[in-house]
């Protein structure tokens, strides 16, 4: 399926979306194996193109996460698409298609700031506290913008890969463990 | 309160500093809330993308500070299914305000995937639902698989359909008692675990182990059936249904029952799409969404059931799709019986599968398999990948993804609960305090996997 049939399928409104990178999903290349519909959305783009797409029938976003890629070694990215440490990655839902569509943001580290979906989908309401606890990405105009899982006073975030694993100290008579 | 700070500072070292200005986690004054966080808390999101920011001034005049009263209930609370905390602002019996906090049982089961190789990863994920721990397996290894783009042979499809329709009928039927028990049904408690007990029993028959099963793994399944497995499962999908009637007479057309229930927490299917809420959750609301029949993985397109779907999408008729969807799964469960092939359980991949214990004891090459799949497991192609089953709770997803090595670079579990919990201020709002116990039940959270 190549990019004139994805156009087609986002219902028009693709239309809008110049500066999204389209991957080809049927290529069976490592960037969607499973012939899963890619896009690679640009941070300035994210909110008009995440709007473009619930308006052209992807009712639900069933998931956002990010990815932490530092020193991972080099990621298959369509060209035109800069690498970046932090990619959030959002899976829309189209119930009346039956169709998945998943958007991978690449974020910075320097400034790790995205707006809000919350005035798009409510529902990625608490996804992106969690990204926000676990990864240290912003989200811009969320409600309510705390930790969630952590405890509110937790220091750094601890899905990033420069977080080591951390050791509490137990009492055993052995030495302790390796970590 | 242990905190963990970086072992070498780097050039990040200024962002992994304390970064939480925004505030508490917990329901906080009204004069401290932004108007936004006071309209999640009061439920109504919908409204914000359409209308300008809601001035605080506007929300509930009628309440002073002083009238109302902000109260914790958990998360020590028989009625919160595990450690979660929810604060509610109160107004005499009313809701007004309401908003999770969670985190209580978080242990970092992402953050641990980062460290087990692919063949420990099942091991890791079974823990998270613990009511449904064969579908956490499946997820992970449907995504697992997916990525290795390796086939299973067709009996251990048909094992796996059979098994998780088996633990979505014990994960039901356990809501069943909780629900019951919430709802000073004491009996019914004792029932649903009764009947649990039977679904318990043939698992332990089955992977050697009551919960956490590690059974459905990437490749196959662990063991084969075990004999006589045939007459185990027909006692069950022969009892249960039995079982369901006395339910039926329990509680479906118990008056106060009833008056607990209907209309109770009622969720519009606009709101419910919304909010990215699945599962009975979503149907009970008259959305005719299950991804057994709407995106069919194993072979549920081969099989025949039907899909529950209520009307009005209150308390009662989350009751009723979990109900008549244990039916449906005794449905299911007789086709898997009567229509389970024969073959290998597991893909006859050396690199995946280990070999049968037999042949470690005369083949050097099985013994070199298995010891380096028990050691350094199997690599999976860099790539990612997000998989989603049905799960009893609604959309259990597993975004995956691989760098070539043995180990998962990043292993995300897109938990049904915790984006269903997010519904609860919408639902509990305008409620009495007695009929949110009746809410947080209907919502059947599992905080294990909630929290992660």
């Known amino acids: 399926m190549g990019r004139a049939a994805l156009v087609a399928r986002a219902g028009g409104h693709a239309a809008q979306m110049t500066d999204v990178a389209l991957s080809d999903a049927a290529d069976p290349g490592p960037v969607a194996p499973s012939g899963q519909q890619v896009a690679f959305v640009s941070r300035e783009a994210y909110v008009e193109t995440v709007t473009s797409f619930r308006d052209g029938g992807y009712e639900m976003c069933s998931d956002l996460c990010c990815v932490d890629y530092l020193g991972c070694p080099e990621r298959p990215l369509p060209a035109g698409v800069a690498p970046e440490r932090f990619e959030v990655v959002v899976n829309l839902l189209s119930l009346e298609r039956r169709e998945r569509m998943r958007l991978r943001v690449q974020v910075p580290e320097a400034d790790p700031v995205l707006p809000s979906l919350f005035g798009v989908y409510p529902g990625t309401e608490n996804m992106e506290r969690e990204v926000f606890d676990l990864f240290g990405v912003r989200f811009r105009d969320h409600p309510d913008m705390t930790r969630i899982l952590m405890p509110e006073e937790w220091e750094g975030h601890p899905l990033r890969k420069d977080y080591s694993v951390g050791r509490v100290p137990v009492q055993f008579k052995a030495a302790p463990g390796p970590r | ?452």
């Open chain 2, 1 to 452: 309160m242990k905190r963990v700070t970086p072992p070498e500072a780097g050039p990040t070292s200024s962002l992994m500093v304390h970064e939480t200005p925004e505030g508490a986690q917990e329901l906080q004054d009204r004069e401290k809330t932004s108007p936004a966080a006071l309209a999640v808390e009061r439920g109504s999101v919908l409204r914000l993308p359409e209308g300008p920011v809601l001035d605080p001034g506007d929300i509930d005049v009628e309440f002073g500070d002083d009238e109302t009263m902000i109260i914790n209930m958990g998360p020590q609370h028989p009625s919160t299914h595990g450690v979660l905390r929810i604060m509610m602002e109160l107004e005499g019996e009313t809701v007004i305000r309401s908003k999770p906090v969670i985190g209580y049982l978080h242990t970092g089961m992402e953050k641990t995937a980062e460290e087990l190789t692919f063949v420990q990863g099942a091991t890791n994920v079974t823990r998270m639902d613990y009511l449904a721990p064969l579908h956490n397996e499946l997820a992970y290894s449907l995504a697992v698989e997916s990525l290795l783009g390796v086939e299973t042979p067709p009996r251990a499809t048909w094992i796996r359909m059979l098994m998780s329709e088996l633990n979505r009928i014990s994960s039901h039927v356990m809501w069943m008692a909780t629900n019951g028990m919430d709802l000073a049904s004491t009996s019914m408690m004792i029932y649903g675990f009764r009947e649990r007990e039977m679904v318990i029993s043939f698992f332990e028959k089955t992977t050697g182990l009551r919960m956490n099963h590690d059974y459905i793994r990437p490749g196959g399944v662990a063991a084969d059936l075990p004999d006589g497995w045939e007459d185990d499962v027909m006692a069950i999908v022969e009892t249960i249904p039995g079982r369901l009637d006395e339910y039926d007479e329990m509680l479906t057309g118990q008056p106060i029952f009833k008056e607990r229930t209907e209309g109770v927490g009622i969720l519009s299917p606009e709101l419910a799409i919304a909010m990215s809420a699945t599962g009975p959750l979503l149907r009970a609301s008259g959305v005719e969404w299950d991804l057994r029949r709407s995106m069919p993985y194993l072979a549920y397109d081969e099989v025949d059931f039907d899909v529950i779907v209520g009307t009005v999408g209150d308390t009662f008729d989350r009751y009723a799709v979990r109900l008549n969807e244990i039916r449906e799964s005794c449905r299911i469960v007789r086709q898997c019986v009567e229509r389970m092939p024969s073959g290998d359980f597991r893909v006859q991949d050396k690199k995946v599968t280990p070999p049968p214990r037999a042949r470690i004891n005369e083949s050097m090459e099985a013994l070199i398999h298995h010891f380096k799949i028990f050691t350094r497991g199997f690599e999976v192609p860099s790539g990612e990948v997000y998989v989603a089953i049905e799960s009893p709770r609604g959309e259990l997803g597993c975004y995956l993804v691989a760098d070539g090595t043995n180990k998962p670079w990043r292993l995300h579990v897109r938990a049904p609960s915790f984006v269903n919990l997010q519904c609860l201020p919408p639902l509990l709002r305008g409620g009495l305090l007695a009929d949110a116990i009746a809410v947080i039940s209907s919502i059947d959270p599992v905080m294990g996997e909630v929290d992660r």
